[in-house]
């Protein structure tokens, strides 16, 4: 698997710490409130489940599936392909996704969740990766700033692989290309 990889960019051990510092933070800001955590399926899956055993609250935890890759480059179009199940109304909601790249997910799964009238909207991003950005958005907590480059492991694909890295690391060019 090495092979295809160019360089680790974020190691293991500093997701671990910036996830629980996540955790923490955002524990700390929904303490005492109803908080629905909605997590984009299948990129953030890992990073969701990491961060919410770090926030010590009660919350709902839902999903949602949105494509807007084909392959390794953005389409422009996003898709739901599956929703909530759960209502958000009266609930205060954090959408957690792996990257902010374009900002057209982001913002469209907003507008959708905005529909099921919440107490409030905040998103949560593993990584952000501001010089893609197409729809001006910024994330209410990020993990990591990256430099744009395409980046696979910690629950982000080439081509549904290196899902299962434990950490952050470059493709090489000529695997996807």
């Not at 919350?59 to 759960?86: R, W």
């Not at 010089?131 to 492991?153: H, L, Q, T």
């Not at 899902?163 to 060019?173: G, M, Q, S, T, W």
Request: charged residues 30%; contains cysteine.
């Amino acid at each position: 698997m090495k092979n295809y990889l160019k360089k680790t960019l974020i190691s293991e051990e500093k997701i671990k710490t910036r996830v629980k510092e996540l955790a923490e933070t955002i524990a700390k800001d929904y303490t005492g409130e109803p908080l629905s955590v909605i997590g984009l399926s299948n990129g953030a899956l890992i990073f969701v489940a990491d961060l919410i055993r770090g926030i010590n609250i009660p919350l709902h935890l839902d999903s949602l599936m949105a494509s807007s890759y084909s392959g390794v480059e953005s389409t422009g179009k996003i898709d739901i392909v599956s929703g909530m199940k759960l209502p958000v109304k009266n609930r205060h909601v954090l959408i957690v996704d792996d990257i902010l790249d374009t900002g057209r997910t982001i913002t469209k799964v907003i507008k959708l969740v905005e529909k099921g009238s919440p107490l409030s909207i905040k998103t949560c991003v593993f990584l952000d990766k501001p010089s893609r950005r197409v729809v001006d958005y910024k994330a209410d907590y990020i993990g990591f700033e990256i430099e744009d480059a395409f980046v696979v492991g910690y629950g982000l694909d080439c081509n549904e692989a290196f899902r299962n890295l434990p950490y952050i690391a470059i493709v090489k060019e000529e695997f996807y290309k």
